[in-house]
């Protein structure tokens, strides 16, 4: 479903990838690789309900997390929420990513007295900025429908045995979903993690399981040495070899914006440890081709840039006018679809950063759709994976995460530090 080209020749050897894909099927935090084929029916039936419940009660939906915690579905919920088949009357609003009390003014702001119901996500149930946003938010949920009416309306995502979130949520019967002990943060768009908030966000579910499912086909049922995933991940490891060492996600769709935040923290997280992996970087084109496009054009050589592109244009278009007189001499594009101007400008960039040494590899979708995303998500995991262990790291795990933490827990006084 994902195709993957390159000018890049790459060699693929096909011993040492499906040693790789053993490894990380039989690693502990492997939960994910199979989870679009093996996802549980029941507890897909209860996110619905709790979706349409909260659709029911709830304006707004504020999703408590950081990181793999929340990165995932906001990125599908920007990239898919405003299409036309994607109605929901429920908008998801995001807390805990950040301490700044500007971010949190604005939100509180934005809820204003509306009704609201929170889902808190954390796998271990304690990071600082989401228990934090978590005592604010449900102080106001308190104050606005009492304990017993706070409590019907806040819904927790975290490990099935331990944590403090677990524990409280157990206390106080919140409605609970799990985020299983084998899926690390950054791999768990398709567990309840990214799920409920896809679900109330109006987002088809079904159908973004069922993209994901075809891609790990697609990968898994077909010669391995042609799989895309496997294609994109071993061309990733030639180019750092070769000193290319940081990667620019392009995109020419504005709305896959958080698509590549969400594609910046996999691999940084996955790959960025012991001295290694590739820097990732993103743009939104025709945006940034006013901005980075002067050094990507001629700036440094260590760059690389993966074209992600949509085969398909949006439903949505727009023909350019005629203007008989032509003041502004763009009667040349009178009659063409922004898609017709925006897929010239794509393939111009591609052709020029080329021509400016830039290798430049292309990732396609087919469309703008929860399917082709699952597909997507996918694919990505499956290429991080299998890039961090072709470049020697442990793709699951994030050690380097603990050193801000403890010199801030130090400076707060919590105790023990
Ligand atoms: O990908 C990861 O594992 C991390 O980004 C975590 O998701 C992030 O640190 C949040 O952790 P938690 O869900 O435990 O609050």
């Known amino acids: 479903m994902i195709q993957f080209n390159t000018e890049q020749p790459v060699a693929v050897s096909l011993a040492a990838t499906q040693e790789i894909i053993s490894q990380i099927r039989a690693d502990a935090m ?18 619905k309900s709790a979706a349409a419940k909260i659709q029911s009660d709830s304006k707004f939906l504020v999703c408590i997390g950081i990181g793999g915690s929340y990165l995932g579905h906001r990125a599908l919920i920007e990239a898919l929420g405003s299409l036309p088949e994607t109605e929901a009357k429920t908008k998801i609003l995001y807390a805990g990513n950040s ?76 409605t609970r979903f799990v985020v299983p002990d084998n ?56 180019l750092a070899a070769s000193r290319h060492d940081v990667e620019i996600l392009a995109t020419f769709e504005p709305q896959l914006q958080y698509f590549e935040e969400w594609w910046k923290q996999l691999f940084g997280e996955s790959e960025g440890k012991q001295n290694q992996g590739i820097f990732p970087a993103s743009v939104v084109y025709t945006t940034d081709l006013h901005s980075l496009g002067q050094y990507l054009q001629e700036g440094r050589r260590n760059i690389f840039e993966t074209m992600l592109e949509l085969e398909q244009a949006p439903a949505t278009d727009f023909a350019v006018p005629s203007d008989s ?88 006084g919590k105790p023990g530090f």
């Not at 492997?30 to 996110?47: D, R």
């Not at 993209?211 to 030639?238: M, P, W």
Request: glycine fraction near 8%; charged fraction near 20%; proline fraction near 3%.
């Open 99 to 174: 301490l700044s009390p500007l971010a949190f003014d604005k939100l509180l702001k934005t809820l204003g007295d509306a009704d609201f119901s929170i889902n808190v996500i954390s796998k271990s149930g304690t990071t600082t900025e989401p228990a934090v946003a978590f005592r604010f938010l449900k102080e106001k949920l308190i104050q606005k429908y009492g304990s017993d009416g706070a409590r019907a309306r806040i819904y927790a995502t975290t490990d099935a045995n331990r944590g403090a979130l677990h524990d409280e949520a157990l206390q106080e019967k919140y």
């Open 30 to 47: 492997g939960g994910w690789f199979e989870l679009p084929e093996t996802y549980n029916k029941e507890e897909l039936a209860s996110i």
């Open 325 to 412: 007189q032509n003041l502004d001499g763009l009667n040349y594009l009178a009659g063409k679809n922004l898609s017709f101007i925006n897929q010239n400008a794509l393939d111009a960039t591609i052709v020029a950063h080329r021509s400016g040494g830039i290798p430049v590899l292309e990732i396609k979708a087919p469309d703008l759709s929860a399917r082709s995303l699952g597909a997507l998500v996918y694919f990505f995991e499956l290429s991080c994976a299998i890039s961090a262990k072709l470049q020697g790291v442990n793709p699951f795990d994030q050690p380097g995460v603990e050193a801000y933490k403890t010199n801030m827990f130090m400076r707060l």
């Open 183 to 238: 899926i690390g943060g950054r791999y768990s768009v398709f567990s309840a993690v990214g799920l409920l908030p896809l679900a109330v966000a109006g987002i088809d579910i079904d159908n973004l399981l069922a993209g994901a499912a075809a891609e790990y086909h697609d990968t898994f049922d077909h010669q391995l040495a042609n799989a895309a995933a496997i294609k994109y991940a071993a061309t990733r490891a030639e």
